[in-house]
């Protein structure tokens, strides 16, 4: 038990500075220094009534009145005792908003699918919720009688202070349901108890003690917001425009969550807290705790390294259980891995809406394209992190756009996930002729290792067979002068030439005169270049020399991008809502060539990617 206590704690922790924290950082540090507007500014009173540090000039000159004007008997000059100075209230917001962030986050982690369900209530309910909730908030620090409102509810509450801080309160239960953390091992491991409805001891204290490393930082964070507020005169001068500024802030990250923008921030930032997070969260001792949260079924997965360098025996397949549906299947029929003995195959845990899945597709479609007819078999279980993934159509289409050709089961439940004792997304599974589990690997990379063992196992099943060139060398070689990553960002573009950049602000930009040379970019019509993103004005263009065998651009907006190679209209692409990932070439080898895309007003375009 104290191990586990420990092990959320330390996720927790390692959870609340990774990078998918940041949008709510900004709302909880302004939170912690803004009080109620009413009380900004003005002096306190005394349980008696008087104002205590303003008007003692005038209380002196009608007290020195008084007693000239024969106040008191035989000449006697009467002196009240001075006033006790008010005890100034300490500002709590801090304390409030982080409680309700966890209490909020750790009861409808665990609960939220249970109570939905119970209801009958649409799967995403608690998040429209915690939507509304901060709009409020925001709407009440702009306005007082809208706060007024919203701490009604704690006016019967004994102590005054508690109610004031009923809107802090109120905002954490608000964050609460919006609050969605990278989902290392201990969160997957909570989340999926929650949404299964399986609560243990175990659970029930993982899920506290998460909930409490988590808070740690948040709360240093408030408090550092209290401490700028109290002892920054500028603040305190400006206190109502603070408030106003915080209220503007959470209705516009209401509206960034609403429309999924804030995921951009996530892609765009690299994953610092990954190698802390394997070393405790993936450790040993971690993940025996974790894989014994439910049953001692399968336990030899436990004993497996992921990403080991040879090849080991992990016990047999678990099967696949409790799925909902299948596609990608003749007549959407199952498949039963006893019918694959004799073919080596590859388990794929994936999201469609995971960046990371997304990432690692296009290296499954080679090794499916490649080893098919050598004997390689690639099942993707798709187990949903949210509840928008377990719609049918949804999961149908995100496959369908990401090239997604090999059988699919829908594993809403996570029967199948908990029979593996996965813990990330994505995680592959390579299982032998023999149906025993020989190799895994969590998260991205290491895909040249992974294809070598696919290749072992593909002799082991049939030493005769013939197996073509390695993918994974083609990509090695051509990595070494492919076109890199290139971020559409004002502050980390590279390669970019043409009338210099003009931070936030539309602007009309010209393509330089001649050709673009390789892994160099250029802006044509109007743009507004961003820190997070380009978005396209009147007559946009871009005009981008790559070397690769695909391009692809992370777009986001409603409309329509014209791709141009080598001068040719090669297609049309139909953009549609949050930031996703957009093939725009596909080539059968890396070559070298001009990409003109043509981009309708409104639309963002965020980080290149070549393959």
């Known amino acids: 038990m104290v191990t586990l206590i420990l092990i959320g704690l330390l996720g927790g922790l390692i959870t609340a ?81 982080v409680a309700g962030l966890v209490v909020s986050f750790a009861f409808f982690t665990l609960l939220g699918v249970t109570i939905i369900s119970a209801l009958g209530l649409p799967q995403d309910i608690l998040r429209y919720v915690g939507l509304g909730l901060l709009v409020l908030i925001g709407l009440g620090l702009i306005f007082p009688p809208v706060e007024r409102l919203l701490e009604k509810p704690f006016a019967r509450l004994p102590q005054r202070q508690v109610n004031k801080e009923g809107s802090a ?236 050709d090999w059988p699919v089961a829908l594993d809403n439940d996570l029967t199948t996930w908990d029979n593996y004792r996965n813990r990330f997304w994505p995680a592959k599974y390579l299982i032998d002729a023999e149906g025993t589990v020989r190799y895994f690997k969590f998260g991205e990379g290491e895909y040249d290792k992974t294809e070598k063992m696919i290749r072992e196992l593909l002799r082991q099943a049939d030493p005769t067979v013939t197996l073509p060139e390695p993918t994974g060398r083609a990509m090695d070689d051509l990595a070494a002068d492919r076109t890199p990553e290139t971020y559409l960002s004002n502050l980390r573009i590279r390669g970019y030439v043409g009338t210099p950049l003009v931070d936030d602000r539309p602007t009309a930009y010209r393509f330089p005169k001649g050709s ?13 270049a961003g820190y997070e993103q380009f978005t396209a004005g009147k007559d946009a263009k871009l005009a981008f020399t790559y070397r690769a065998k695909n391009a692809n651009l992370v777009l986001a907006g409603t409309g329509k991008v014209t791709v141009l190679v080598n001068g040719e209209a090669t297609k049309t692409i139909s953009v549609t809502g949050s930031p996703t990932l957009y093939r725009l070439t596909d080539d059968k080898d890396a070559r070298t060539a001009r990409l003109e895309l043509r981009v309708d007003e409104g639309i963002q375009a965020y980080v290149f990617t070549f393959g």
């Open 516 to 528: 673009l040379q390789v892994n160099k970019l250029s802006l044509d019509g109007t743009w507004t």
């Open 17 to 97: 500075v990774s990078p998918c924290i940041l949008p709510v950082l900004p709302v909880v540090f302004l939170a912690g220094g803004t009080g109620r507007g009413q009380d900004a500014g003005k002096p306190a009173r005394s349980p008696g009534g008087t104002e205590v540090g303003g008007g003692a000039a005038g209380d002196g000159g009608r007290a020195a009145d008084e007693r000239g004007s024969g106040g008191t008997t035989d000449g006697a000059v009467a002196t009240a005792p001075p006033a006790a100075p008010a005890r100034v209230p300490r500002n709590r917001r801090p304390y409030a908003v």
């Open 169 to 404: 309160f109120a905002l954490g239960l608000g964050l609460g349901l919006l609050y969605v953390p990278c989902a290392g091992p201990v969160l997957a491991a909570i989340t999926i108890a929650g949404a299964r409805g399986e609560i243990s001891s175990d659970i029930v204290v993982l899920t506290l003690s998460f909930a409490v490393g988590t808070a740690v930082p948040l709360l240093v964070f408030a408090l550092a917001g209290r401490r700028v507020a109290d002892r920054v005169a500028a603040f305190r001068r400006r206190a109502r425009g603070l408030r106003i500024a915080a209220g503007c802030l959470m209705i516009a990250l209401a509206l960034g969550l609403a429309l999924d923008v804030t995921a951009a921030i996530q892609r765009s930032l690299p994953d610092y807290t990954s190698g802390v997070q394997k070393k405790i969260e993936d450790s040993d001792a971690a993940r025996q705790q974790l894989s014994g949260l439910y049953d001692n079924s399968n336990k030899e997965l436990s004993r497996c390294e992921d990403g080991a360098d040879e090849l080991r025996s992990c016990g047999k397949a678990p099967a696949l259980e409790g799925i909902d549906s299948w596609f990608n299947t003749p007549g959407d029929r199952p498949v039963d891995l006893k019918s694959l003995r004799g073919k080596v195959t590859l388990v794929d845990f994936w999201t469609y809406s995971c960046i990371n899945c997304q990432r690692a597709v296009p290296h499954l479609r080679d090794w499916e394209r490649a080893y098919r007819d050598a004997g390689l078999r690639i099942i993707g279980v798709h187990s949903p992190e949210f509840a928008f993934e377990k719609k049918r159509s949804n999961v149908v289409a995100g496959a369908e756009k990401l090239g997604v």
